[in-house]
């Protein structure tokens, strides 16, 4: 299919391209089975400006947008969707300062992102607040020049890793979602701590952690915006991430796919090569019509996200659902198509399964998604 990216588009794709198949898939395996975070993978992004790709020019970025990183994403987690996880929570972690961030934030901090000096996460999720995001119990108090923060953040991809964190906290629990605020906050901060990392069942190369505030103290001027703009700041974060999901969920179901045809070519049973029988081959036409079908819409929604269109949300949210149940069926279908050897760790499809699965589950799970764009359909039926 062409999409008809440009030239530097497609320079990016095969920058991206590049360096998952000489840097990430030789180490992925055992990436996954240490649980080890890619530094040497993130340096390599770095040296390659894959970092700025989406911040202005005027930030030290290459003032692409959502496309540019959703072709750069989607190259990665082709490869190894730890790796893509790493790379695009750092993403994530950006946007409140880039959408919300004064002039000065934004000196201070996007500069050292876009170059890959620091890494950045994003604290949103709690041990009682996943789903429901307004019922958030961390506390952010006003006392002086300072605000204290109070509470713990679970789950926080690049946890620890990172050194820049946009943290959302309570600045008033009377007022529910209107009473959430959004901050910086910098690793290495007193009262500002981690807790042990996750042990997952994918995306294992990433790192999940705590995020542990106990009267931790920042600038008042590190607030994004004003106190009760947290929420808005939230969702808005994750319209502009959450067709990088889908772009995850488009790469790693290409890779699986990949994978499954080459073995379905060589793979011979009653005499030929199991491509060659229908039932077999109506699984990989499937996997190829779906796959294709959610890169057209990932790359429609970036588009549109782009273009500068004001309301993205329903729109984010259909991309991230589409793309991220393709992949994971494409990915189960991969292991059945490659049968036994697929269920083994010597072939790469079983770790793309078990990575795949967090996509229907984290930046809004798919149950959410489809409640965002009920509701979106709601809104304009009015
Ligand atoms: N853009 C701008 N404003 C938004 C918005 C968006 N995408 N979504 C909601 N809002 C506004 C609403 O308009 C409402 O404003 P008012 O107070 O003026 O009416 C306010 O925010 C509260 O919205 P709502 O009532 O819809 O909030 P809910 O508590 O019902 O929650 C969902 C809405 C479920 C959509 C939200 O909690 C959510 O996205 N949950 C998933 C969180 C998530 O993705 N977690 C993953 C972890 S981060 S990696």
Known sequence: ??????????????LARQIAEEKVVPVRRELDEKEEFPWEIMKVLAQSDLFGLFIPEEYGGLG??????CIAVEELSRACLGVSTTYAANALGTYPILL??????KKKYLPDIASGKRLVA??????????DAAGIQTTAK???????????KQWITNGGEAEIYTIIAMTDRTKGARGASAFIVEKGTPGFTFGKKEEKMGIRASSTRELIFENCRIPKENILSKEGMGFIIAMKTLDNSRAGVGAQ???????????AVKFAKQRVQFGHPII???????????????TEAARALVYSVARYIDSGAKDITKESAMAKVYATDIAMKVTVNAVQVMGGSGYMREYPVEKMMRDAKILQIYEGTNQIQRNVIGQALIKKQR
């Open 276 to 290: 060659t029988f229908q039932a077999v081959q109506h699984m990989l036409a499937d996997m190829a019509t779906e």
């Open 64 to 69: 692409k947008g959502s496309l540019e990183l």
């Open 122 to 131: 994003f604290g949103l999720t709690e041990a009682n607040a996943g789903s």
């Open 100 to 105: 919300f961030g004064s002039d000065e934030q």
């Open 142 to 152: 006003l006392e002086g020049n300072e605000y204290v923060l109070n509470g713990t």
């Open 249 to 259: 969920g488009v790469g790693v179901a290409q890779g699986a796919f990949d994978e």
């Open 1 to 14: 299919m062409d999409y008809f990216l440009t030239e530097e588009q497609i320079m990016i794709r095969d």
